[in-house]
């Protein structure tokens, strides 16, 4: 590393002011500073000394992901072997044969998405920000494993540019780039969207065995055929039908405990968001009415992406609420809306997308009345004393 280093310093003037490639000083220092800790320091101003800056945060949140991404590359082939009928595969094919199926996503979602991120750096003369680390790896992990790259393509674009860069880039945005570019699939390609079908390759466009379902959970559940609802059991280790990192809740726990450990995720959010859920689950068992309002609430957290849209969406630092106080309320409500959607709006087997998205937009008032009732607060009791 010490030698890639002292050939980085010799190169550096040249993308300097002044440098034959000063117009590409934002590429340069973004590759330096993704390789290496910036050697710049905070001269003036008030400023927080800490340890933790935004590649190490990007990192233990990918760190976070690997969980997910290496069970849903298993599963990915496990589903495929039970479809058609396959027997004798060792884990470790099962795990190459999803990952290889995976890589050309992930490749495209960063390249497209990158690509934009050095662009719109360029062109502003901005240092190119961390923040689609993270993005970059999410969005392969909530897609279709067997859509069309250009599709993919088309909404990470979408997203970046409508969802993130318009907005002023990282930290600006207001909506969750990853969960935008599935919004724009979902509502541009609903055939490839619909949550009818397993999302794994050759089982929508393949032939799989007759007999064999590769209905979701959640399309069952929404069809009324409750007793085709893979057990509990299944559904917490994963061993069903789903997007590729949003199957396996065992998984997206592991990689909670690490976001909570070293301070990342809001343990706040996780768990009002699924306190939120659990209670409107039972307020519907309670009120009964029809098959899926008497599913087990706890179902709920177990069914589609409610486990990994709470830990890495929900809990997004730039579009969730920032205030204590209202992390409790935007989590609690989109774990309300999450059944809500599911349950009474035949169009979405998955409320999880829509009900994070939709708290993004009211994050801000939600905190907006959080520090005006502080200030109310604090000025009454200023008043009485």
Do not use: C
């Amino acid at each position: 590393m010490g030698f890639l280093l002292d050939k980085i310093k010799k190169v550096r003037p040249l993308f300097q002011k002044g440098g034959r490639f000063e117009k590409l000083h934002s590429v340069f220092d973004g590759f330096e500073t993704f390789l290496f800790v910036p050697e710049e320091v905070t001269k003036k101003g008030s400023h927080i000394r800490d340890f933790m800056d935004m590649k190490r945060t990007m990192t233990i949140v990918i760190l976070a992901l690997m969980p997910a991404l290496v069970f849903g590359s298993w599963n990915i082939g496990f589903q495929h072997t039970r479809a058609f009928g396959i027997d004798g595969w060792s884990n470790i094919q099962l795990f190459w044969f999803g990952f290889l199926k995976l890589l050309p996503l992930i490749v495209v979602s960063y390249v497209v998405g990158l690509g934009i991120e050095f662009i719109a750096a360029q062109i502003r003369g901005h240092q190119i920000n961390e923040g689609y680390l993270v993005t970059g790896m999410l969005i392969p992990l909530i897609m279709p494993v067997d859509v069309p790259l250009w599709m993919l393509a088309l909404s990470v674009a979408f997203a970046v540019i409508l969802g993130k860069e318009i907005f002023g880039g990282t930290g600006m945005n207001i909506l969750n780039p990853a969960l935008t570019a599935r919004a724009f699939l979902f509502f541009s390609y609903p055939g490839w969207m619909t949550g009818d079908m397993v999302w794994i390759d050759g089982l929508v466009k393949g032939g799989a065995l007759d007999g064999y379902s590769g209905a979701t959970p959640l399309a069952l559940a929404k069809a009324g055929e409750m007793a085709s609802i893979p057990s509990a059991h299944d559904m917490f280790f994963g061993f069903i039908p789903g997007s590729v990192g949003e199957t396996s809740v065992i998984a997206v726990l592991i990689g909670a405990a690490i976001l909570l450990l070293t301070g990342v995720g809001s343990w706040r959010i996780m768990l009002s968001m699924t306190l939120g859920a659990l209670g409107m689950g039972y307020l519907l068992n309670l009120i009964g009415g029809n098959d899926y309002m008497q599913l087990p609430a706890y179902y709920h957290l177990l069914m589609g992406g409610f486990a990994f849209g709470t830990v890495f969406m929900a809990t997004d630092p730039v579009t969730s609420a920032q205030t204590n106080t209202g992390k409790w309320i935007y989590g609690a409500l989109t774990g309300v809306m999450v059944v809500i959607i599911r349950v009474f709006n035949p169009a979405y087997p998955e409320g999880v997308m829509l009900a994070i998205l939709l708290m993004n937009v009211f994050a801000p008032l939600i905190d907006h009345f959080v520090v005006n009732s502080n200030i109310r607060r604090r000025l009454k009791r200023v008043k009485t004393t």
